[in-house]
């Protein structure tokens, strides 16, 4: 489903001297929480000798949008900021307040100023490593090892759009145009998430073979 390379992907951290990972789901819900199954595998290009020409494709799927469409990554890395769940009150009451936002001549709507900042500034949309979870169908849950009881950070998000109409300040300039900021959105891959939502994978920060976890969000 995904393959990422350490050498393109600073952010990876692969363990052992791995450098490369492989991202494969199941493209079917499975029972009794139409969950989809995932699987992460930790190589090393250089051993991986005979390479196929044309990998195999699913023989069965619940969905199209479940199965990606060939897509060669671009990455790119970029600053982005905690959802206003996660930050301290003392900080969302500073950014809550529309008097800074106005006297940079930013105009506020009746949704106020940390409605904007989730939006536009905060979290980037789309596919990324590492970075911050896009909170909204729960509150903020740590996620913790289930082998070792470390604090686990995200690893992958795989995402509907790469963005949508309320986040049109993440666009890339070379994809900035007509059109760009209206009701569409762009998905390259061809993915839906589980009713357009954002698919995170933690892992272990301390032994990257132990198990990782998935969030839905």
Known sequence: ?????????PLLQPPGRTDLLQVLWCPSEHAPDSSIPIELSWR???????????????????????VPEPCVLAPEQVTEYPDSLE??????????DPAPWRAA????DD???????????????????????????????PRFCVACGAAMTPLLTI????????????????DRGPGASDDSW????GITVLDANHLQ???CPANGGHPHTVLVQ
Do not use: C
Not at 1 to 9: H, K
Not at 44 to 61: H, K
Not at 113 to 138: F, R
Not at 159 to 174: C, L
């Open 1 to 9: 489903m995904a393959q990422l390379y350490a050498r393109d992907i």
């Open 44 to 66: 090393t290009a250089a051993d991986v000798t005979d390479v196929l020409a044309a990998p195999p494709e699913p023989f069965d799927a619940d969905e199209d949008l479940y």
């Open 87 to 96: 930050l301290p009150e003392e900080v969302k009451q500073q950014i809550a």
């Open 105 to 108: 001549g930013i105009a506020i």
């Open 111 to 141: 949704a106020g100023p940390l409605v904007l900042y989730d939006k536009a500034l905060s979290y980037a949309p789309g596919w990324k490593i590492g970075g911050w979870a896009p909170w909204g169908l729960t509150d903020p849950v």
């Open 159 to 174: 995402s509907s759009s790469e963005w949508h109409r309320h986040s049109t300040s993440w666009i890339p300039n070379e």
């Open 186 to 189: 762009s998905n390259p891959p």
């Open 201 to 203: 994978l933690y892992a």
